[in-house]
């Protein structure tokens, strides 16, 4: 009988260039694919009766793949299988955030049911201009975007891959030539309401994510309360970018951060209304309305 399952993407970043972990690890009762994107959920279809673990070795967009397939599969009467995610992309926020394994041993501690389990639910996107329900961890409008296709353009094709190419691009931002920093800034049309909280009318970014943080020390949100999504959204008059990215990285992050254009709200369910792009786990999608809302807890195998 399989009871745990591997899902490793040999065509993500470090796992393409290093090799899989999960593969060295595989023993009697476990079965490893390939995802087959646009597929997953037809692949996961047999398995979800006996497994209690799926295993998933990529980036963040394979375990988005994974998990919004598993969300539309799975029986709602049933619990969810435990998820052990791997750091294997180019982008592996989710990773770093909730304390995957980073190493083989670490790993091995965790398929022998060491570790500890954090529920986390995902965010349900509705209204994409395509008619296409999404489900991801972190949501980014504005100038996020903009400074994700920069990254992608200007630094990926240097070698630089991960979240160094994510705080390189943040740098750009921060410390980069004006002209740039203007243009990646500057006000887009955008109102926010969260749980009849509204936000608006323009912004340079905003995020939406379930994550408490997103790395290990870098915590930009301070709105208090049980409600699953955290809301980040910088006014158009926002100022003191670096100062509102230093608190953040050094966990200071607080309501004085208000005083200069920056929001946090916690919500059980967000309404947004923007022209320009979004950004959701590194796929860029359209949408005037959007509804974002949270997904039955996921349980996490992670790192204690």
Not at 70 to 78: I, N, P, Q
Not at 81 to 87: E, F
Not at 160 to 175: D, K, Q
Request: include cysteine; glycine fraction near 10%; charged fraction near 25%.
């Amino acid at each position: 009988m399989i009871d745990c399952l591997f899902i490793v993407n040999s065509k993500a970043g470090t796992v393409a260039r290093s090799g899989s972990l999960l593969r060295q690890l595989r023993t009697e009762g476990t079965e490893i694919i390939e995802p087959e994107f646009g597929a997953i959920d037809k692949q996961l279809e047999p398995y979800l009766a006996t497994v209690e673990t799926i295993a998933v070795e990529g980036g963040d967009g394979t375990l988005t793949g994974v998990i919004d397939a598993l969300l539309r599969v799975a029986d709602e009467d049933k619990p969810l299988p435990k998820i052990l995610l791997i750091s294997g992309g180019s982008t592996n926020l989710v990773a770093s955030a909730i304390g995957a394994p980073r190493t083989k041993q670490e790993l091995a501690d965790l398929l022998a049911g060491d570790g500890e389990l954090v529920h986390l639910p995902a965010l349900r996107i509705e209204g994409a201009e395509d008619d296409v329900e999404r489900a991801g961890f972190f949501l980014a409008s504005g100038s996020i975007p903009k400074a994700s296709t920069f990254c992608r353009e200007a630094i990926q094709e240097r070698g630089v891959r991960g979240m160094s190419s994510v705080f390189i691009a943040i740098a750009s931002v921060l410390l980069g030539n004006s002209k740039r920093r203007k243009a990646l800034m500057a006000p887009t049309t955008f109102e926010a309401d969260a749980d009849g909280s509204s936000v608006g009318p323009s912004h340079r970014f905003s995020v939406v994510t379930t994550l408490p943080r997103l790395t290990k020390r870098f915590v930009p949100f301070w709105a208090k309360g049980s409600a699953p999504i955290n809301l980040l959204v910088a006014d158009a008059d926002s100022k003191g970018l670096a100062r509102a990215f230093v608190r953040s990285v050094t966990g200071r992050a607080d309501e004085r951060l208000e005083r200069d254009g920056y929001i946090s709200r916690r919500s059980n369910e967000v309404s947004l209304a923007h022209d320009g792009p979004y950004l959701l786990d590194g796929e860029s999608f359209s949408g005037k309305q959007i509804k974002v809302s949270a997904s039955r807890p996921i349980p996490f195998q992670v790192v204690a």
